[in-house]
């Protein structure tokens, strides 16, 4: 049974994460961030997170990154990330990518940003 199980777990990583080396994902670092833009800002958001998606995905230690904007509210999104740890993510948070991205996105803000770093249990 636990042959099965670790099949699965591997083929789920890969659907989740099809251009990275599987890690263990138990351990990883989740990273979930909450916005709330101006409409004026929506699809300017979306393309610079297009553009700059494969440089955090790239970045050390990221693990896969994506953007889910809510259903019925299309002023609110979602970033989802994996890290390797709080350290790589913090890394990241200390970069010149991170750092000129987000003077970018958070002057359109409606409400402050929220973020959570979770692990998987």
Same mark, same amino acid.
């Given at each position: 049974?636990?042959?099965?199980?670790?099949?699965?777990?591997?083929?789920?990583?890969?659907?989740?994460?099809?251009?990275?080396?599987?890690?263990?994902?138990?351990?990883?670092?989740?990273?979930?961030?909450?916005?709330?833009?101006?409409?004026?800002?929506? /699809?300017? =958001?979306?393309?610079?997170?297009?553009?700059? #998606? %494969?440089?955090?995905?790239?970045?050390?230690?990221?693990?896969?990154?994506?953007?889910?904007?809510?259903?019925?509210?299309?002023?609110?999104?979602?970033?989802?990330?994996?890290?390797?740890?709080?350290?790589?993510?913090?890394?990241?948070?200390?970069? /010149?990518? =991170?750092?000129?991205?987000?003077?970018?996105? #958070? %002057?359109?803000?409606?409400?402050?940003?929220?973020?959570?770093?979770?692990?998987?249990?």
């Amino acid at each position: 049974m636990q042959n099965l199980s670790s099949r699965y777990s591997k083929l789920t990583s890969q659907i989740l994460y099809p251009n990275k080396q599987f890690k263990q994902y138990h351990s990883m670092l989740v990273r979930v961030v909450k916005m709330h833009f101006a409409p004026h800002f929506i /699809e300017e =958001f979306k393309s610079l997170f297009n553009a700059t #998606k %494969p440089k955090i995905a790239n970045f050390e230690g990221c693990n896969g990154v994506k953007l889910l904007q809510h259903e019925t509210d299309n002023q609110l999104f979602f970033t989802i990330s994996y890290w390797d740890s709080a350290a790589h993510l913090e890394r990241y948070r200390q970069s /010149e990518l =991170f750092v000129n991205t987000w003077a970018k996105v #958070k %002057p359109n803000f409606l409400s402050k940003a929220e973020a959570w770093s979770l692990l998987e249990q």
